[in-house]
């Protein structure tokens, strides 16, 4: 009887860490939503990154080193990502 009600315990615990840490991504994640849309020129497509999907995302990484000259670099990474 102890260890289910040291295990109740336990998934009690993980349960509110992991609630918490939900709502602080969520407050980080509203506060760079509004840097990114008050800063001027910034992709405000951005906002909303965290609804895409894997492949979304990996596309996006790779427009963004292409543009900043690390064509190279996502190559490579594609290379290892592929072994």
């Given at each position: 009887m102890s260890l289910t009600t040291e295990s109740l315990q336990t998934f009690m615990i993980v349960f509110l860490i992991q609630n918490t840490q939900n709502r602080n991504m969520k407050a980080v994640q509203l506060k760079l939503d509004e840097l990114i849309r008050a800063i001027k020129g910034a992709h405000t497509g951005l906002v909303d990154l965290?609804?895409?999907?894997?492949?979304?995302?990996?596309r996006l990484k790779e427009y963004f080193a292409k543009l900043s000259g690390g064509e190279?670099?996502?190559?490579?990474?594609?290379?290892?990502?592929?072994k």
């Open positions: 965290e609804d895409l999907s894997d492949d979304e995302l990996n190279a670099a996502v190559e490579e990474e594609i290379k290892e990502e592929r």
